[in-house]
Structures are given as C-alpha cells and as structure tokens.
C-alpha cells in the first residue's frame, strides 16, 4: 500500500514540475487518501495484535 503511495507521489511531482497542475493535485489527493487508509488499517491491526497478543 506505501509503494502506492510513493508511486502518486512520484507521479504527482513530476507532473508539477513539469506543469500539469490538475493532475498532479489529483494524484497527491490520491496518495493522502491512500496513505489514510494505510495509517487506519496499521492502527487497527496494532491495537489487535496487542489485545490478542495478552490473551
């Protein structure tokens, strides 16, 4: 899911610099939204792993 991130990262970058401003908005509002879920889903998987982990 990070390599995902990075990719529209990288993507949103390049288009910046070389002008495209719409696409390069798009792609950081997709890698913020990915990297959401990923932290969500880190978070949760922690909070199980500890629960599970004293029982």
């Given at each position: 899911?990070?390599t995902?991130?990075?990719?529209f990262?990288v993507?949103s970058?390049?288009?910046g610099?070389?002008?495209?401003t719409?696409?390069?908005?798009?792609?950081?509002?997709?890698?913020k939204?990915?990297?959401?879920?990923?932290i969500t889903?880190?978070?949760?998987?922690l909070v199980l792993?500890l629960v599970?982990g004293?029982g």
């Amino acid at each position: 899911m990070l390599t995902w991130v990075l990719i529209f990262l990288v993507i949103s970058l390049i288009a910046g610099a070389l002008g495209f401003t719409g696409i390069a908005v798009a792609a950081a509002g997709i890698a913020k939204i990915i990297f959401f879920i990923f932290i969500t889903l880190f978070i949760i998987a922690l909070v199980l792993l500890l629960v599970a982990g004293r029982g």
